[in-house]
């Protein structure tokens, strides 16, 4: 299963994400759930990091992503995370048994 934890402030605006895990839904190669999710995330982290600029901890390995954006920058990047958010919870509506969002406050 994917897990998608979205990183919050204490008064909610989102600040980053924790993506790690495998669907398990498909072959590896074949898993369309794990692609989905891996291109929304790699489209947020680029469009974060590369577009806007953001001052911004990032990092990436097989199977795992975080992103983290500095307080100052939040406000710039609320919008694109705002995106993967909704995508995400869409996702797991209809794939409940694949992808699990969750939030947690830092």
Known sequence: ?????FL??????????????HAGYAE???DVICAFVSSAAYMTANTVTE??????EAAAQ???MFVRVSKKDA??????FEGLKLHLLNTEEQYPD???VLFMEV
């Not at 299963?1 to 934890?5: G, K």
């Not at 577009?51 to 911004?56: K, L, M, Q, T």
Request: overall charge negative.
């Open 8 to 21: 919050t402030a204490p008064d909610g605006t989102l600040v980053g994400f924790h993506i790690s895990g």
């Open 1 to 5: 299963m994917i897990r998608a934890e």
């Open 28 to 30: 590896a190669g074949e």
């Open 75 to 80: 406000g710039r990047c609320r919008e694109i």
């Open 98 to 100: 694949y992808l699990k």
């Open 51 to 56: 577009v806007i600029g953001a001052d911004a």
């Open 62 to 64: 097989d199977g795992d």
